[in-house]
């Protein structure tokens, strides 16, 4: 079974002299972070340290950010406290004049796609640790704000990870976003 943790949101409030965060669940035990193995890889002339693990294994945080940029500061804490393999982010807000590098996370490959339209909101964004070795899978379906990658794990099986985001607003890309949302669905599962 995978584990996840979702947050609401990042609403923090103080309580008995505690900061304590609203919808939080509680961190992972040790027995969460066992991982299947670890090997060192040949790579060249530099080892390279791959992650192996088994997919029902994995631990993943999301959130619905609205306004990723603003909120960078919580999500590294909430990282650097649960320690997730995946990271899905909706309503990240971002634009193209926000740099990939303003929003790198230690350890973690990025994979993000903004809103294609010039309206506020939206977007996407997708975290992988980087001993994971992701790399992005482009779907030909054609849902506006949607970014995957894929891996293999400790079975040499393929996992595909996605995040995305599908506004309540049909006005945005006028069409119906369940239908677009079905064609993903459709196209993984012949994948």
Not at 9 to 29: E, L, W, Y
Not at 147 to 166: E, P, T
Request: charged share 25%; glycine share 8%; aromatic share 8%.
């Amino acid at each position: 079974m995978i584990k996840g943790v979702h947050t609401p949101g990042f609403d923090t409030k103080t309580k008995g002299g505690k900061k304590t965060t609203r919808g939080r669940a509680q961190s992972p035990k040790g027995e969460w972070r066992k991982r299947l193995n670890n090997i060192q890889r040949q790579g060249g002339t530099k080892k390279e340290k791959r992650l192996l693990i088994s997919s029902n294994e994995l631990l993943c945080f999301y959130t619905n950010a609205r306004n990723l940029i603003n909120k960078m500061d919580q999500l590294e804490a909430w990282v650097h406290d649960i320690k997730p393999d995946i990271i899905g982010v909706t309503e990240s807000w971002l634009t193209s004049a926000v740099l990939d590098s303003e929003l790198a996370l230690e350890g973690y490959d990025l994979f993000r796609k903004d809103r294609p339209v010039d309206r506020v909101g939206g977007g996407v964004l997708l975290c992988v640790k980087s001993e994971l070795h992701a790399a992005q899978y482009e779907l030909s379906a054609e849902f506006p704000e949607q970014v995957w990658c894929y891996f293999s794990d400790a079975n040499n099986i393929k996992c595909y990870v996605g995040v995305c985001y599908r506004t309540p607003n049909i006005d945005i890309y006028n069409s119906p976003n369940h239908t677009l949302l079905q064609d993903i669905i459709n196209e993984l599962g012949s994948t």
